[in-house]
């Protein structure tokens, strides 16, 4: 009968040992975390999206009038016809320009580019030296700036004469010329505020297509009237052409009509 409580203390140690272990197996269980997308190997990491660009929708532009606009200068409002010369100041052209200007003892209007007056800032210094009027042609000679909003006109217009007065500090500019013709009523009234009259013209020989001296002589002598406002370049390419007609042309027109900036 003695075996019995040997075996009986036998299963017990062997009931016991296996409690142990399953409680152990249960503990670690419920510490281990449970895997989360940072700790899991396996799991595909969630990509963060990129940002994406904000651009603004850029302003649409009014119309092109089908007429000019009120308050545009197209005459000289006396019988002394009125010379001017657009998109310079060219290193070029320019100083060939003033050479024949001086040597005929006449005073001519220069509408200036921005862009050219930050270039050649001397060129503008000698165009007021020797008596002649500024016009401000924009910065960039932009043909949609009078269609742009107002703040843009107005921002154009400032700059460039910011870039005069830097060459030429109290340069008077007191005309603007809307590059291409291409005016609107907002830019007509920007440039009013900003202390400039609108600068026209009477008379286009169409000398930025390159036609010949004598083909330009011409049609300016065909088109000129007393107070007549002439158009021509001395800027914006190879104004060859222009300057030879130049020669002969102001001396006709100031025997015929005298030749004067407009006021």
Excluded: Y
Aim: proline fraction near 11%; charge should be positive.
């Amino acid at each position: 009968m003695r075996p019995r409580p040997v075996l009986a203390v036998a299963l017990a140690l062997v009931l016991l040992l296996v409690g142990c272990g399953e409680q152990q197996r249960t503990s670690r269980q419920v510490a281990a975390p449970a895997p989360t997308a940072s700790t899991d190997p396996s799991a595909a990491p969630t990509p963060t999206p990129a940002p994406r660009p904000t651009t603004r929708p850029k302003p649409r532009l009014r119309p092109t009038p089908k007429t000019l606009p009120a308050g545009l200068r197209r005459a000289t409002g006396v019988r002394a016809v009125a010379l001017t010369f657009d998109d310079g100041p060219d290193p070029t052209w320019t100083p060939k320009v003033l050479d024949q200007l001086r040597a005929a003892k006449v005073k001519a209007t220069f509408c200036v580019v921005g862009t050219q007056v930050r270039k050649h800032p001397q060129l503008v210094a000698r165009i007021v030296r020797e008596g002649h009027q500024l016009c401000n042609h924009s910065w960039r000679h932009d043909f949609d700036l009078g269609r742009r909003p107002a703040a843009e006109i107005r921002a154009d217009l400032t700059r460039t004469n910011q870039a005069i007065r830097a060459a030429v500090p109290g340069a008077k500019v007191p005309f603007f010329r809307q590059p291409g013709g291409r005016w609107t009523p907002e830019v007509v009234a920007v440039a009013r505020q900003l202390g400039m009259r609108s600068l026209h013209w009477s008379v286009d020989p169409q000398d930025w297509a390159k036609p010949t001296a004598p083909v330009l002589t011409k049609r300016i002598q065909a088109g000129v009237r007393p107070g007549a406002i002439v158009l021509m370049h001395d800027g914006g390419g190879d104004r060859s052409r222009t300057l030879a007609a130049c020669g002969h042309l102001i001396a006709d027109l100031k025997r015929r009509f005298g030749i004067a900036p407009p006021r």
